[in-house]
């Protein structure tokens, strides 16, 4: 699956530049990553609810929401009500994670738990069980175009190895310097959604784009 990122869209356009991604099959978008950050648990501020709300109106593509937000025990859910596909939290900002899961899914939507780069992913086996996505975080969150950390495919093998022994059910997603040069050793790792801003919307044809990056990750 690949998940374009909006953050690196232009968002005076948002409108076009997500249809842009939602072109014939090859080249649709499977998800539509929407990256809300809130200025205190990262050092940048997009957008929040109104905005998302805007977008789930205009498209028919199923919702990504990854929260970099302080608090999401009180504003995750919202994110679900209004109809997100997927609202991911980071563990690292989450005090009762488990309650979260319970909520968003209670909400009618899949709930996602995303991990930054240096935090391991152990301490949080028996957390992830009540989890329908695992975020890997393959740079520090906050801004679009970073260099990819590689370290990080430990986890998401770990991750995809749980899975496959049936100790976890859960969709391994990676978001960082995903492009045509590192989307294969994400691949090899076992991830199975990979998130892209900058190598989509950066790129003259995004559809295009969205379609590269796939037969890169799926040959
Ligand atoms: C960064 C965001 C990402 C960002 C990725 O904190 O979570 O979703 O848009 O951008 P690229 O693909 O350019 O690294
Ligand atoms: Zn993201």
Redesign the pocket.
């Known amino acids: 699956m690949i998940a374009p990122?909006?953050?690196?869209a232009d968002f005076a356009r948002l409108a076009d530049e997500i249809a842009a991604v939602n072109g014939e099959p090859g080249k649709r978008a499977d998800w539509l990553?929407v990256?809300v950050?809130d200025a205190h648990f990262?050092p940048?501020l997009t957008l929040g609810l109104p905005v998302v709300e805007s977008i789930l109106k205009a498209t028919d593509i199923p919702v990504d929401c990854?929260l970099?937000i302080e608090d999401p025990d009180r504003w995750a859910v919202g994110y679900a009500e209004a109809g997100a596909h997927n609202v991911t939290v980071h563990v690292e900002a989450a005090k009762d994670p488990i309650a979260i899961a319970k909520d968003l899914r209670a909400a009618g939507a899949k709930a996602g738990l995303s991990i930054k780069p240096g935090t391991p992913l152990e301490p949080y086996l028996d957390v992830l069980k009540h989890y329908d996505t695992l975020l890997v975080?393959?740079?520090?969150?906050?801004?679009?175009?970073?260099k990819?950390i590689a370290d990080v495919l430990d986890k998401a093998r770990k991750a995809r190895e749980l899975v496959d022994t049936g100790h976890l059910k859960l969709l391994v997603e990676i978001?960082?310097?995903?492009?045509a040069d590192t989307i294969e050793q994400a691949a090899e790792a076992g991830v199975d959604c990979f998130?892209?801003?900058?190598?989509?919307y950066?790129a003259d044809d995004p559809a295009q784009a969205v379609e590269a990056l796939r037969a890169k990750a799926a040959p």
Do not use: R, T
């Open positions: 990122s909006i953050l690196s990553h990256d950050m990262v940048n990854h970099m975080m393959s740079v520090e969150p906050g801004f679009g175009g970073q990819f978001d960082g310097g995903i492009n998130v892209a801003g900058s190598a989509v950066n």
